[in-house]
C-alpha cells in the first residue's frame, strides 16, 4: 500500500528493456545520438509542432528552472500560485538559475491561478518603473499540486493575459500524461494552440527511471536553453540512456497508458474515500493524486498494517483522540493495483 508519491514507483519493464538495448556498443555523446533525433521527431509529430526544439535533463527541477531562466530576466517576476510546484518543491531552483527573479505567488482553488488574479497581479507589477521588479514570465502547474487539471479553456484565459501584457507562458508538466488523460485533448491542444511557449515534459513521476524534456514551441531560444543547461551541470554525456528512456515512453503512447492506470487507480481510491462515513475529499481528484482527511484511528490502523503515504500537511500528528478527522495526501502509480487500493480501504474504515 504504497501512496507516498508516484516517485517510489519501479520502473516498467518497457524502459528497462529499452536502456538494456540502448547499452550496446559505442554511441555519440551530448544528445548527438541518433535516439535522440528520435525522440526530438516523436515530441514534434505528438505536439503538432514541427518546428518545435526538445532538450532532455535528469530532473524536474532542471527542467523548471532552466526553462524559466530562459524566460525571465533577474529583475524580473515569475507570477505562479503559491502552491505550484516551482515554488514548494524546487529549493529556489528558478530564483537560482534565472539569477534572481523573483517569484509573485497568487491564489486559487485547487492550487490553480485565476485569468482575473493573474490580471489584477500584473496590473500591480512595475508601477514604478525602475524601482520595481519587472513583468518576466508566467508558470502554471498541470496538473496542480493539488490533483486539480488546467483543462485547455482554463489555460487559454491565462494565455490571453499574459500574452496581453507580452508575457511568455511556462507550462510545469511534471504530471502532464495524468492531465492530459483526465482532459481528453490533444496535447497540441493543452500546450501551444492554448499559447504556452514552454512546456516541461515530465517522465519521473509518470514511471521513467530518471528524465523529463523541455519542449520549446518557440524556437528563438533554443540556443540559449543549450548553454543555460551545460553551464548548469545538465547536459549528459552519455546522453544515450536519457533518450532510450523518453524514446520507448513515446512508443505505442506507453505514456498516456502509464497514466490512465495511475489515474483509474485515483478514482477507486477516491470514490472508496468519499462513501465511508466520517471521511472527506479535500480537492477534486482529477489526476493521479487524492487529498481527503479521515478520522485518526483509520490513520493508525492504516499504517500499522503498513500503508506508506504522508499526512498533509506533514506538522499532523497521530496521536490523540481517534475520532478527530487528520488530512492526507494520496498518490497513485502506474503500478497501484485494485488491492492495493481495496487493502487500504478497508484498513481506514475500520
Not at 23 to 28: F, K
Not at 49 to 55: G, I, K, R
Not at 163 to 183: C, E, I, Q, W, Y
Not at 328 to 340: G, K, N
Amino acid at each position: 500500500m504504497h501512496f507516498a508519491s508516484d516517485n517510489t514507483a519501479p520502473v516498467p519493464p518497457q524502459i528497462l528493456e529499452a536502456l538494456i538495448e540502448v547499452n550496446h556498443g559505442y554511441a555519440p555523446p551530448y544528445g548527438t545520438e541518433v535516439q535522440m533525433t528520435e525522440v526530438r521527431e516523436k515530441i514534434r509529430q505528438v505536439f503538432e509542432a514541427p518546428e518545435a526544439e526538445v532538450f532532455l535533463v535528469p530532473t524536474g527541477t532542471a527542467a523548471n528552472a532552466i526553462a524559466l531562466a530562459c524566460l525571465c530576466p533577474p529583475w524580473a517576476t515569475v507570477f505562479c500560485h503559491r502552491n505550484s510546484h516551482v515554488e514548494e518543491d524546487e529549493c529556489a531552483a528558478p530564483e537560482f538559475y534565472t539569477g534572481g527573479a523573483k517569484l509573485t505567488l497568487l491564489d486559487g482553488a485547487d492550487a490553480k491561478i485565476t485569468p482575473e488574479g493573474l490580471e489584477r497581479a500584473i496590473a500591480f507589477t512595475a508601477r514604478a518603473g525602475v524601482h520595481n521588479v519587472q513583468k518576466g514570465a508566467v508558470s502554471i502547474t498541470n496538473a496542480t499540486e493539488l490533483g486539480a487539471v488546467y483543462t485547455p479553456d482554463d489555460v487559454a484565459l491565462i494565455c490571453a493575459v499574459a500574452k496581453k501584457a507580452g508575457l511568455p507562458v511556462h507550462m510545469d508538466g511534471s504530471r502532464f500524461a495524468n492531465a492530459l488523460v483526465t482532459a481528453g485533448c490533444t496535447p497540441a491542444e493543452m500546450t501551444w494552440k492554448a499559447g504556452v511557449d514552454v512546456l516541461s515534459f515530465g517522465g519521473t513521476k509518470n514511471g521513467l527511471m530518471g528524465v523529463e524534456a523541455v519542449v520549446l514551441f518557440n524556437p528563438s531560444k533554443a540556443w540559449e536553453f543549450q548553454l543555460r543547461r551545460k553551464r548548469g551541470g545538465h547536459l549528459f554525456s552519455k546522453h544515450r540512456y536519457l533518450s532510450a528512456q523518453m524514446a520507448a515512453y513515446l512508443d505505442d503512447d506507453l505514456w498516456l497508458k502509464l497514466a490512465e492506470r495511475a489515474n483509474a487507480a485515483a478514482k477507486r481510491l477516491s470514490d472508496g474515500i468519499a462513501a465511508l462515513p466520517d471521511a472527506t475529499l479535500l480537492h477534486p481528484t482529477e489526476a493521479n493524486a487524492v487529498f481527503a482527511a479521515w478520522p485518526r484511528a483509520g490513520h493508525r490502523v492504516a499504517q500499522d498494517k503498513g500503508a506508506y503515504y504522508y499526512l498533509w500537511p506533514m506538522d499532523q500528528t497521530l496521536e490523540g483522540a481517534g475520532d478527530v478527522l487528520v488530512s492526507a495526501r494520496l498518490v497513485c502509480s502506474w503500478c497501484t493495483t485494485d488491492e492495493d487500493v481495496d487493502q487500504f480501504l478497508s484498513a481506514i474504515g475500520g
